[in-house]
């Protein structure tokens, strides 16, 4: 079984320009997180989707990240317009059940804007 | 709210030595506690995870860790070190009852040498 896949594995932009990542979460995982590790800071939450519905965005910094997951599939996060700050390992894990379960994380996508 | 301590951003054994990392969690309701670790270019992996039961929880690869609700501490151990276990060990907790969005500590880095 596929575990879960993250496009590209690394990103280099310029600031200003747009990025967007892939998820493709382990089939038939209804829950889809994305985490982000700034470096050398912890790994922390962004946002949360059950199927195609975003159940918690509060980890989401600013209008600049908009992610989606059409169908219930995979998801994009698309960072518009890239800034300095937004460097970092961004990682997406899947999980069959809402809660009490493990999660499955994806190798991440290392962003680096210059 | 909650949050994790991960004391020691770096520790570094001796092959077949203890291995300790630490781990301290602030929560006003009991947690779910996790330990992940990232090898080399890889993603995130569940070592071992605590929601009820007993304290004392074994993981993969000679892992295991205690939870100790008096000390709020869910310290990682391993009897003896392999060069294999050099990896990044990350803490994580979740609001037992809530959705598996975690809270991750800032990682310990493990370095064995010979």
């Known amino acids: 079984e596929a575990g879960v896949t993250q496009f590209p594995s690394h990103s280099v932009i310029e600031k200003g320009q747009t990025v967007t990542l892939r998820c493709d979460p382990i089939s038939g995982h209804d829950n889809l997180y994305w985490y982000r590790r700034v470096m050398g800071k912890e790994i922390k939450f962004l946002l949360h989707f059950v199927k195609e519905s975003k159940q918690d965005e509060s980890g989401m910094p600013n209008n600049r990240f908009l992610a989606e997951r059409t169908g219930g599939t995979y998801s994009t996060l698309k960072v518009q317009p890239a800034e300095l700050e937004d460097s970092g390992v961004y990682f997406c894990a899947s999980s069959q059940a809402l809660m009490n379960t493990e999660a499955f994380f994806g190798q991440g996508t290392r962003l680096t804007v210059v | 709210a909650q949050s994790v301590t991960q004391l020691g951003s770096h520790v570094s054994v001796s092959e077949g030595a203890l291995v300790l990392l630490r781990c301290n969690y602030s929560?006003?309701?009991?947690?779910?506690l996790f330990w992940y670790v990232q090898y080399p270019n890889q993603g995130l992996q569940l070592l071992l995870k605590y929601t009820t039961g007993a304290t004392l929880v074994k993981g993969i690869n000679g892992f295991e860790a205690e939870f100790k609700k008096s000390e709020t501490s869910f310290h990682l151990t391993k009897p003896s070190a392999h060069m294999s276990d050099a990896a990044e060990y990350f803490c994580a907790v979740v609001r037992s009852g809530g959705y598996n969005k975690l809270i991750f500590g800032a990682g310990t880095r493990l370095a064995v040498h010979p």
């Open positions: 929560s006003s309701v009991p947690p779910y």
